[in-house]
């Protein structure tokens, strides 16, 4: 039934920030040097005919989205064409409702067309659903900050039956034989009633995070940051590491966690994590790695809280039963996880958690939450290198979806001045103490990002709706 609260978007506007990183980071068979981070303002309007803008942010890190044999700067270019195709689409999407309702009409019906055209219009290899997702979640971000701008309060409250004509029937299928039922429940029922203000923080060691002083070369950035593992560890208070490895190199991978696992013991870090980058073909491969870390290191074995996404993220083409994997470690689902679909496919394969990502839309991260947590599986909220306003929506899902353990978050390693105008408004968000980062400043409308104390200087638009 209609809400007098109800929205819809009435116009959109785009920006590209480019951002060069301090050092490199490896995601697969590629390297990271830069990234550039679309952000778009989104202008609603309710059914009395008030209007409120919200905002949205998030890096487009093409190596994630679309890894392909294709020269960078060719999906570099499409990402931005298709963001730019976005923002007219949101800005006439006749959708009205909750953000909640709207962002999924807008992903289930004018998403995928958005992406047939694009592609068929395209001599390249055809741009992959991920890649679409992480485009459209800077509308979708922007859209629930609107909502709560709207409605002049967090919109992490609006997530209830008060607000919402649909229940999460209206998106979600148990799994067969699961007692589980949706019928009459919203978000809220899966969401912390009181959300930390604290959040432990991860800290990715990257396939090329130098790890002691007899690897520097003498080119490593003077910047007055970190370099060294153990000096991130110092300085931060830094108490889990996620550690990125090959998955095609067995070698290479168990040397690199035995080497960051001494590191992490001498330094009293208390969990670890393994990231295989969905390039490891064979669930033997990382069942013979816990195995022999369990006989010979015994300690780093217990040290790992969970296993991150070993194989290819193309889950429907690629059903590998990795039952044997979650037997030994929890294992999660990154990559894979584009929405509730795919979970309820992975839960079927033995995958017992979920990454959660708001690069993959705040509606569709919701509803994953809330599949997710029905059917018991873990949850654990993952990092695309977070900068500026990108880092505020993400650390807000991890603090109210409650996580394994805190949140991956690690735009500081790579890009720390990139976020300097945000940090003087919400330091505690921008730099890791005592092995956290701090929600503390963050509150009042939408997602609580206090823009308008935020001295950030835009550049020109890339596309405006209406102009």
């Not at 735009?411 to 730099?431: C, D, I, K, N, T």
Request: with cysteine; aromatic share 8%; net charge negative.
């Amino acid at each position: 039934m209609p809400k007098p609260t109800d929205i819809r978007s009435i116009g959109a506007t785009l920006y590209f920030l480019p951002i060069q990183m301090r050092v490199p980071l490896k995601f697969g068979a590629e390297i990271t040097t830069s990234v550039t981070c679309a952000r778009a303002s989104l202008t609603v309007a309710d059914t009395q005919g008030r209007t409120a803008v919200g905002w949205g942010e998030t890096p487009l890190s093409v190596q994630w989205v679309w890894p392909s044999k294709l020269p960078y700067e060719s999906r570099h270019a499409a990402l931005k064409e298709f963001c730019k195709l976005l923002a007219r689409a949101w800005a006439g999407f006749e959708s009205r409702g909750h953000p909640m309702e709207v962002g999924h009409d807008f992903q289930e019906h004018a998403l995928p067309k958005l992406l047939e055209s694009f592609n068929a219009a395209k001599q390249h290899e055809p741009m992959p659903w991920l890649a679409a997702l992480v485009c459209c979640s800077v509308f979708d971000l922007a859209l629930h900050d609107a909502y709560g701008q709207l409605l002049q309060r967090p919109v992490y409250e609006t997530y209830t039956a008060e607000f919402m004509s649909r229940d999460l029937a209206a998106y979600l299928e148990p799994a067969e034989r699961a007692a589980v039922s949706f019928a009459g429940r919203h978000p809220a029922d899966f969401l912390e009633t009181k959300p930390p203000r604290q959040l432990r923080a991860w800290h990715l060691v990257g396939g090329l995070d130098l790890l002691a002083a007899e690897e520097l070369t003498g080119t490593e950035p003077n910047d007055g940051y970190p370099v060294l593992l153990p000096d991130w560890i110092e300085r931060d208070g830094l108490k889990c590491l996620k550690v990125k490895l090959r998955g095609n190199d067995a070698a290479w991978d168990y040397e690199r966690l035995v080497k960051v696992g001494a590191i992490a013991v001498a330094k009293d870090v208390e969990w670890l994590t393994a990231d295989f980058n969905c390039t490891v073909s064979d669930p033997a491969y990382v069942n013979e790695m816990l195995d022999r870390l369990r006989d010979e290191h015994s300690r780093l074995h217990g040290m790992i809280l969970y296993v991150e996404q070993p194989f290819p993220y193309e889950l429907e083409q690629h059903r590998t039963d990795v039952r044997s994997v979650s037997a030994r470690k929890p294992l999660f689902l990154d990559e894979s996880a584009h929405d509730w679909r795919h979970v309820k496919l992975g839960r079927e394969l033995g995958w017992t958690g979920v990454a959660l990502k708001t690069c993959k839309t705040q509606t569709g991260a919701l509803l994953s939450a809330c599949w997710a947590k029905a059917h018991g599986m873990t949850l654990m909220v993952q990092d695309l290198s977070n900068p500026m306003l990108a880092q505020i929506p993400h650390v807000l899902l991890a603090a109210h979806t409650g996580t394994i353990m805190g949140v991956e978050t690690n735009g500081m390693q790579f890009y720390p001045e990139a976020s300097r105008a945000e940090a003087a408004v919400h330091p505690g968000l921008y730099q890791r103490r005592q092995g956290l980062v701090d929600l503390a400043t963050l509150g009042g409308p939408g997602f609580g990002c206090r823009l308008e104390k935020i001295k950030r200087e835009l550049p020109p638009p890339a596309a405006c709706f209406p102009s």
